[in-house]
């Protein structure tokens, strides 16, 4: 059994965790933008692992991400206590409906549409982290930037505290490789009305570094 896997979106993420990991033998991969690629490439290196016969003891989806006001604002740190696919549904003229409202079983979902981080591997990122924000993160294929999308995604998700674009895919390999899961997040932007001036990069990945030192 070998350590933590950490993945991120892209390397400038992955140099931010790096920088602040108390064991520099702990591994951290950008695999990519969005669910899709960052589904299939982790799900390819816990395959890989587990072949070798060292299979990750978890897998963490780390990355900046966007903060809903009020509940997680930018700088702040963010642990997923569920990672839900929020735009895998359908169009209707009353609005959204997710696509388990579809009739759909789970098992066709890889586990549902909302992915629980794993209890034991959450509780010591909590003890490591104690002042994050923990709450459901939403992964995203189109990065919300209206007023009206951001008030119903806030209208169909009350507990949600942030998105971003690779959380549920990576929970959706991890579920399949049967290796624990959870998400850490730190925060950029608003969720909200497209603003780029509203970034905050450098400041979200120091924040990531700070946040890194809870992954032991
Ligand atoms: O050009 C824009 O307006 C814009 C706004 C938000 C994000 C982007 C990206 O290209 C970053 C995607 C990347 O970062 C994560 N992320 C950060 N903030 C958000 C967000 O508000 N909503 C969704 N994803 C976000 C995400 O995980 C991607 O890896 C461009």
Do not use: C, K
């Not at 816990?46 to 930018?74: I, K, M, Q, T």
């Not at 674009?165 to 624990?180: D, I, K, R, S, T």
């Amino acid at each position: 059994m070998t350590g933590l896997l950490v993945v991120t979106a892209v390397p400038a993420e992955a140099e931010a965790v790096r920088a602040g990991l108390p064991d520099p033998s702990t591994a951290v991969l950008p695999v990519g933008v969005g669910p899709a690629v960052a589904a299939a490439t982790t799900a390819r290196l816990l395959a890989l692992a587990e072949a070798a016969g060292r299979p990750y003891r978890g897998v963490v989806s780390a990355g900046v991400a966007g903060g809903f006001a009020g509940r997680a604002d930018v700088g702040a740190t963010v642990l997923g206590s569920v990672s839900v696919a929020a735009d895998l549904g359908a169009e209707s003229p009353a609005g959204f409906l997710p696509v388990d409202e579809l009739g759909m079983p789970p098992e066709w979902l890889g586990g549902g549409l909302a992915l629980a981080a794993d209890p034991g591997l959450l509780a010591a990122l909590r003890a490591g982290l104690p002042t994050a924000t923990v709450g459901a993160v939403l992964t995203v294929s189109t990065v919300t930037g209206t007023a009206a999308s951001t008030d119903a995604l806030r209208r169909r998700h009350p507990d949600a505290v942030a998105e971003a674009m690779e959380g549920y895919g990576v929970a959706v390999a991890a579920a399949q490789a049967g290796v624990p899961f959870a998400e850490l997040r730190t925060v950029s932007n608003p969720v909200g009305p497209r603003d780029r001036d509203a970034w905050r990069m450098r400041e979200a990945l120091a924040a990531l570094t700070t946040a890194a030192a809870a992954l032991t």
